[in-house]
């Protein structure tokens, strides 16, 4: 559950230029953390991956399409008063790192009223992408999502999603309303933030003592896994040449989740994770290519 963004990745090659012109790639692809995830845990061996996501109305068509060529089936939502969720991304050519510029348009209006617990029927983990803890709303539809998914048994995952936002949002906050939650997926400056702790080994240790499995991204580094108070595994990533970091911390997810519901350890499946981000950082954009 969570978020579709119309993405709009532009690469440019040095600093950019104040008040004037930079030269850039640029291209338009489909993202959103929610819908990246989705799409990477299709490709790295889920069957039957569902996504639940508003959209503005007129995108919903190109959106649903695009999910459906990478083998997920979208539960989308047109939304006629709010187009679809908008980044614009600027990434380093030198350094493949991105920073982003983001209207949440219609991810920001979804509600209760959006859920089902029929949404649950016949499905083993929700995903819950924390861009929807960050409005009122979309907030209150991840807090009954949780709670229909406890009261069925279905374990639920979190990626924080962003250090900006959650700051914005604040860290006691972000804790009370993940409580609960059986798996935790920050990346490393998430996870610092979260604790307040510098080094993200001891920021997973901690977060581990509220989320029984945490896995933290490192980038480049890999990643590491913390399970109830203490890191149980550090996972190098695969070397590769770097194109565009976007979407690399979705990969992870939908690589690890994958792994773990065909019943792999939280170490295993890391390393499925990093392999997934290994090869999303390849291509431009957030989404593995299509089938």
Same mark, same amino acid.
């Given at each position: ?7 709009? @990745?532009?690469? =440019?090659?040095g600093p950019l ?11 338009? #692809? ?8 989705? /799409? ?5 061996? /889920? ?6 996501a508003r959209v ?13 060529? +990478? ?16 980044? #614009? ?15 949440? &348009?219609?991810? =920001?209006?979804?509600? !209760? ?13 929700? =995903?819950?992408?924390? *861009? ?16 229909? $998914?406890?009261?069925?048994? #279905? !374990? @639920?995952? @979190?990626?924080?999603? +962003? ?36 080094? !993200?080994?001891?920021?997973? $240790?901690?977060?581990?003592?509220? *989320?029984?499995? @945490? ?5 480049? +580094? &890999? ?31 939908? &690589? ?9 350890? !939280? ?6 994770? /990093? ?17």
């Open positions: 559950m969570g978020d579709v963004v119309t993405d709009v @990745v532009a690469r =440019h090659r230029a104040l008040a004037t012109d930079t030269a850039a790639d640029i291209r338009t #692809v489909p993202g959103g953390a929610g819908a990246n995830a989705a /799409c990477w845990a299709a490709r790295s061996g /889920c069957a039957d991956v569902r996504l639940l503005g109305q007129d995108s919903a068509g190109w959106h649903e399409l695009r999910l459906r060529r +990478s083998g997920v089936r979208p539960l989308l939502i047109p939304d006629a008063e709010a187009p679809t969720a908008t980044v #614009v991304a600027l990434v380093d050519t030198a350094t493949a790192e991105r920073t982003f510029l983001t209207d949440s &348009g219609a991810v =920001h209006r979804m509600n !209760p009223a959006d859920w089902s617990p029929g949404l649950l029927d016949g499905v083993a983990h929700l =995903h819950l992408s924390g *861009y929807l803890l960050f409005a009122e709303q979309s907030r209150q539809l991840a807090l009954t999502a949780r709670e229909s $998914a406890r009261a069925a048994g #279905v !374990p @639920v995952s @979190v990626d924080p999603a +962003s250090t900006g936002f959650l700051a914005e949002l604040g860290v006691d906050r972000f804790l009370a309303l993940t409580e609960g939650v059986e798996l935790l997926l920050p990346n490393a400056d998430e996870a610092t933030l979260l604790t307040g702790l510098t080094e !993200p080994a001891d920021a997973a $240790a901690k977060l581990s003592r509220q *989320y029984p499995v @945490v896995a933290v991204t490192l980038g480049a +580094s &890999g990643a590491l896994v913390a399970v109830r108070g203490e890191v149980v595994a550090r996972v190098a990533a695969p070397e590769v040449t770097a194109l565009d970091s976007t979407g690399a911390g979705d990969a992870f997810t939908g &690589g690890f989740l994958a792994a773990r519901l065909r019943g792999a350890s !939280p170490a295993e499946a890391a390393r499925a994770g /990093c392999r997934a981000g290994a090869v999303a950082v390849g291509v431009v954009g957030g989404r593995p290519p299509e089938r």
